[in-house]
């Protein structure tokens, strides 16, 4: 994506040009699994999103995302590749859903979605355009399958205090988050991201040890991610966007450009992570339901809920390793 001003201050200095290829994850090896009915399905999407294994967005189906998480979380803890269900994994979600009354102040988070960047620029926040996406961010979830579960209500009406059911997962919280930069943390110092561009799954290493992995979209055909070990420079929450067209089309600064305000829907989403290659990152988005198929201008790009996460789980100076 596009360099990023965060309140007139840069995240993106350079530094020398990184060895010229990446250093690959460990192999996969390719297991079959069954396909789970919704519930258990749904139980396990849960299981492994709150252990920081991304399935992409719950909707209770075996996606492609879901099957890939379910086989890391069980290589990083050792566990049999079977195609069975371990029931330990199920006795940790035995509730797979909730609820959820949506309250007054959830009405601080609404607003209007023009598409337009220089009238995006004209607002002081780019939030969510109706109740329904900000509760299907908020448990990590496709809004179809929101729809389903509390069939016959009409979702696209709805208001302060009406009650939704929602999967039971730990929620993502956008009144929680706060501007500004985070500061190195020395007890992620020697962590690893690796981003896989072909499995399309960014994966954070301690050492030898896989402690989370999310699902991503690496860049395009035009703009691919770069190939190459990175770092991390700098890592700004609910960062502010520099639209330039030079740069989203042609990786080239120009003079024509709009700064658009932070929010759950500016393009970058709630977070920049900027690399030590210009105007390349890692970001959330504010459109969570293309994670995986739509593509991204050169950059990493996650769901919302995976960012937040993903912030508290790297550092400034972390090497970043894409292949």
């Avoid at 069954?34 to 399905?41: Q, W």
């Avoid at 069939?151 to 988050?177: A, Q, S």
Wanted: glycine share 8%; aromatic share 8%; with cysteine.
């Amino acid at each position: 994506m596009s360099l990023l001003a965060a309140q007139e201050r840069k995240v993106l200095p350079l530094t020398a040009a990184p060895p010229p290829k990446a250093v690959k994850a460990p192999p996969r090896a390719l297991v079959a699994l069954p396909n789970y009915d919704e519930v258990t399905a749904t139980r396990l999407q849960i299981f492994l999103d709150n252990n920081d294994f991304g399935p992409g967005k719950i909707d209770g189906n075996m996606g492609e995302f879901f099957r890939k998480a379910l086989l890391a979380y069980k290589r990083a803890h050792m566990m049999p590749l079977h195609g069975t269900v371990d029931q330990w994994l199920l006795d940790q979600v035995p509730e797979p859903f909730t609820t959820f009354t949506v309250p007054p102040e959830a009405m601080n988070f609404i607003g209007p979605e023009p598409s337009k960047p220089s009238e995006q620029a004209k607002l002081k926040a780019l939030k969510y355009g109706t109740l329904l996406e900000l509760v299907a961010e908020r448990y990590h979830s496709a809004q179809d399958y929101l729809r389903k579960l509390n069939r016959p209500m009409n979702l696209d009406e709805l208001k302060p205090g009406d009650t939704v059911k929602v999967p039971n997962v730990l929620p993502f919280k956008i009144e929680d988050l706060h501007e500004g930069f985070a500061q190195p943390n020395p007890i992620f110092a020697s962590r690893i991201i690796y981003v896989d561009t072909k499995e399309r799954f960014l994966l954070i290493y301690d050492k030898d040890q896989l402690v989370a992995e999310f699902p991503i979209t690496p860049g395009s055909t035009k703009l691919p991610a770069p190939i190459g070990v990175w770092k991390i420079v700098g890592i700004a929450t609910l960062p502010v966007f520099r639209h330039d067209e030079g740069v989203l089309q042609h990786g080239v600064v120009s003079g024509n450009y709009f700064n658009l305000p932070p929010g759950p829907r500016n393009p970058v989403g709630i977070l920049w992570m900027g690399l030590n290659k210009p105007h390349v990152g890692i970001h959330g988005t504010n459109q969570p339901e293309t994670i995986g198929r739509a593509a991204s201008h050169g950059c990493i790009r996650t769901a919302n809920w995976d960012a937040a996460r993903i912030k508290e789980l790297a550092t400034v100076g972390n090497t970043v390793s894409i292949f």
